[in-house]
């Protein structure tokens, strides 16, 4: 299992400040912000991010994220998918296997029928072009009321629909615990279809109240993590484990304290979820 820093945990940093961060704490992989990877190129090239991998223990895992890619006509259609083309490509260079994509908020006159149709139809493209890269598309499931694919069980169906080898989810507990998905639905996903796993916690229970800000240390909340982490054993290993926060007073801290910090909660948390 790799354990992994997403570069939202570390927006004190820039991308060259995430590698050094995560492998000064023991982490393998750092997830890739794209705006992190945007502010690297505008004044280095693609061999040069490959060549930042190839010399650090710490290697590419997903690039985060082609936002809002479903539910889009016309000309907005057409730039997800020129997105998908760009990060496909940069996560070669990167030496990277996943892209992943964030559905869009969900139009009040929008049917689930309709939802399901359109998502299935943009990641069937999407899919064939990460087969060009050797990329894989994780579709993100986002626990907020008003986004349009909400629970794992949404995006389950979506998934199947699809039916591409280079197709999986992500799962991420907060959105898992926020959008009230359901134990049940993590025992009919084989843990080769989570193709990342964002681990965090969740400040308090009220629910309706909580965003992204209210993420803390996993181990220190209220999301039910060794249960969530005993069902997901059930059906196989999970690849990854990575730690994705936006919590403010977190990127006020020293970049190489919070690194270590977070790598120990990280860790202990793994181990309880996963033992």
């Keep these: 299992m790799l354990y992994g820093l997403n570069g939202s945990t570390t927006d004190q940093c ?8 995560a492998e000064h704490a023991g982490y393998d992989v750092v997830e890739l912000r794209t705006y992190k990877l945007e502010a690297f190129l505008k004044h280095r090239t693609l061999d040069e991010l490959n060549k ?12 985060n994220a082609i936002e809002f890619f479903n539910l889009k006509k ?8 020129k997105d998908t083309e760009k990060w496909c490509r940069i996560a070669q260079a990167a030496g990277s296997s996943y892209v992943i994509a964030v559905p869009s908020p969900r139009p009040p006159e929008v049917s689930n029928e309709e939802i399901v149709k359109d998502s299935v139809q943009m990641l069937q493209e999407m ?25 794992m069980e949404a995006a389950k169906e979506i998934m199947d629909e699809v039916d591409r080898e280079n197709l999986g989810l992500v799962l991420d507990v907060f959105h898992f615990y926020t959008g009230g998905s359901s134990l049940d639905a993590i025992g009919h996903i084989p843990t080769e279809k989570i193709f990342v796993f964002h681990i ?24 039910p993590l060794q ?9 196989g290993p999970i690849r990854m484990v990575g730690l994705e926060l936006f919590r403010p007073d977190y990127w006020e801290m020293e970049k190489y304290r919070l690194g270590e910090r977070s790598y120990q909660y990280v860790k202990e948390a793994s181990d309880k979820m996963f033992a």
Aim: hydrophobic share 40%; proline share 1%.
């Design 74 to 81: 016309g000309e907005e259609r057409e730039q997800v998918l």
């Design 52 to 63: 930042l991998f190839e010399q650090s223990s710490v290697k590419a895992d997903a690039i």
């Design 200 to 223: 965090n916690d969740a400040e308090h229970a009220k629910i309706e109240e909580l965003e992204d800000k209210d993420r803390i240390f996993p181990g220190l909340g209220v999301i």
């Design 14 to 21: 820039t991308l060259e400040e995430d590698i050094l961060v």
């Design 127 to 151: 899919s064939d072009i990460g087969r060009k890269y050797q990329v894989n598309i994780a579709l993100e499931f986002i626990g907020i009321e008003n986004f349009s694919i909400k629970t």
């Design 227 to 235: 249960e969530i982490g005993k069902r997901i054993q059930k059906t």
